[in-house]
């Protein structure tokens, strides 16, 4: 089983609607949690990170960490065809040194149609 | 101000040749990472480096790959006897000290061994 599960879609939805991208994991040691957006044949660009559980907001873009169920969530508002792209979230068990790789998970391939 | 900078972008070699692949990360950051995106198995951690030591090269697959840093700037990833099976984008990042959660990623690699 691994540590970091994300359903890789496809996902398909309508210009203007509310997407969920979400993604389950197992090490209870995860303290930081990351959504990477990444275009094709480019590399993956940070988009949001949050410590811990609770939600936080930039823009369209809604981070949501619930550590007692192991289930984070990312929310996109009014969503855009430029938001179409992979969607990666990653975690990290903290900032001792040794701990400081990444663990994503598969991806979920998002297309917004105009 | 630059981000992470990788070449070449794309490397096509026969089976059985070494490769040495570089990373220059943005300036000021003394943590680096390596990871490696392949369809079957994701986006998945090779090495760190805090300066120019390693802490941590647990995901190195096999004594075929390895890396260096110097200065604590540039790093280079070696893989010595390509196999198929290294075929691959090979992605680095960089970030500040203690804050793994913000890693910048570099464009990536394509390696394609023949």
């Known amino acids: 089983q691994k540590e970091v599960e994300q359903d890789p879609g496809p996902l398909s939805v309508p210009e203007g609607a509310i997407v969920s991208l979400n993604c389950t994991y197992s090490?209870?040691?995860?303290?930081?949690f990351m959504w990477y957006r990444q275009y094709s044949r480019k590399g993956p660009e940070l988009l949001m990170y949050t410590y811990s559980s609770g939600n936080k907001e930039d823009g369209r873009f809604t981070a949501q960490v619930d550590k007692s169920s192991k289930y984070i969530s990312l929310f996109i508002r009014d969503s855009q065809p430029s938001d179409s792209a992979t969607y990666l979230c990653?975690?990290?068990?903290?900032?001792?040194?040794?701990?400081?790789?990444?663990?994503f998970g598969q991806g979920t391939r998002l297309t917004i149609n105009p | 101000g630059a981000g992470v900078s990788q070449s070449p972008s794309n490397k096509v070699t026969e089976k059985g040749k070494d490769v040495e692949l570089r990373c220059d990360p943005i300036s000021g950051h003394t943590a680096l990472y390596w990871y490696r995106q392949s369809l079957g198995q994701g986006l998945e951690f090779l090495i760190y480096?805090?300066?120019?030591?390693?802490?941590?090269k647990s995901g190195l697959p096999s004594d075929r790959f390895s890396a260096e840093r110097t200065g604590g700037s540039v790093s280079t990833l070696t893989i010595q006897r390509t196999q198929q099976e290294d075929s691959a984008v090979y992605l680095c990042?960089?970030?500040?000290?203690?804050?793994?959660?913000?890693?910048?990623f570099g464009p990536g690699t394509r390696l394609l061994v023949l």
């Open positions: 480096f805090q300066g120019n030591s390693a802490p941590d």
């Open positions: 990042a960089s970030s500040l000290t203690g804050q793994p959660a913000t890693q910048y």
């Open positions: 990653a975690m990290s068990a903290s900032r001792i040194q040794g701990a400081q790789k990444l663990v």
């Open positions: 090490n209870s040691a995860f303290q930081y």
